[in-house]
């Protein structure tokens, strides 16, 4: 068991729990994730590792609720445990002194760049980061950013806070600085953002790495859930990810691949909804 340590709400239906998990959080590196269970007989699920510390035997993990498992997880308080978790998994970053960076985190996709960040900077980079979201109460993680990155440019599509517009427009005016060249660009969040960042890069040629959330049931290349094509190639994101060169990836697939289940999901957080009225009721 897994005891939950903290917890706090960082937006609306977005939550950060911290759990003590020592072996993991002894291990992690930015990029990588665990495979948590709420119960014994409960689904799998990733989750990025958004931070961790060692010497506390703590990780973080940010869950946005947008299903039954990822509803129960969220309605854990702190001094309840979860059942198993799994990890850390996945390729670690790739870290190197670029120069000048740019990380760009959209949604809940920025719990996977702060660690990013924190190691990108330790590497000797300056690190200009941006991060998006429909609105300022979805934007998150912005102050913890500020503590480690150069600079942090929040982005909101509706204007309330912020830059006015998508983060590949922001992205955009700090590639037009000649005078603080942008060498590589990290990306992780909804898959149209990553794409259009990808794209964005594609005309300078510019290195850029974005973090896939295929669907995933063992995180150990076994069940072969979360393939995806990079560079007309399968590879499995759980052991030769989650992180890929974003002009190779078939970002089509990955979005296809993605709304597979979305009546399923549906159907199951309809059916959790029930029971938890139904004992209200008992």
Known sequence: MFEILDKQQ?????????????????????????????????????????????????????????????????????????????GPL??????????????????VGT???????????RAG???????????????????VLGEVADVVYPCTDDGSYGYHGLV???????MDQADTPIKAVYAAGPV????AVAEATRPSGTKTVVSLNPIMVDGTGMCGGCRV????????????????????????ELWDRLSTYKSFEKEAMERAQHRCKLENVL
Request: charged share 20%; hydrophobic share 45%; aromatic share 4%.
């Open 90 to 107: 996945g390729k670690p970053t790739e870290i190197e002194d670029y120069g000048h960076v740019a990380v760009i985190g959209g949604g």
């Open 192 to 195: 149209p953002m990553m794409k």
């Open 111 to 121: 719990a996977v760049i702060y660690p990013q960040v924190v190691g990108l900077k």
């Open 229 to 252: 094509t990079v560079g007309g190639k399968m590879l499995f994101a759980c052991v030769d990810g989650p992180e890929f060169d974003g002009h190779e990836v078939d970002f089509k």
């Open 168 to 174: 590949t427009g922001k992205l955009a005016e700090l």
């Open 10 to 86: 960082l937006a609306e239906r977005v939550y950060c729990i911290t759990v003590a998990a020592p072996r993991i959080a002894k291990k992690h590196q930015p990029g990588q994730f665990v495979i948590l269970r709420v119960h014994d007989r409960g689904e799998r699920v990733p989750l990025t590792i958004a931070m961790s510390d060692a010497a506390a035997g703590t990780i973080g993990l940010i869950v946005q609720v947008a299903g039954a498992t990822s509803a129960q997880l969220a309605s854990l308080e702190k001094g309840q445990a979860l059942s198993d978790i799994a």
């Open 125 to 143: 980079n300056r690190v200009s980061v941006i991060i998006g979201g429909r609105t300022k109460d979805l934007v998150i993680l912005e102050d």
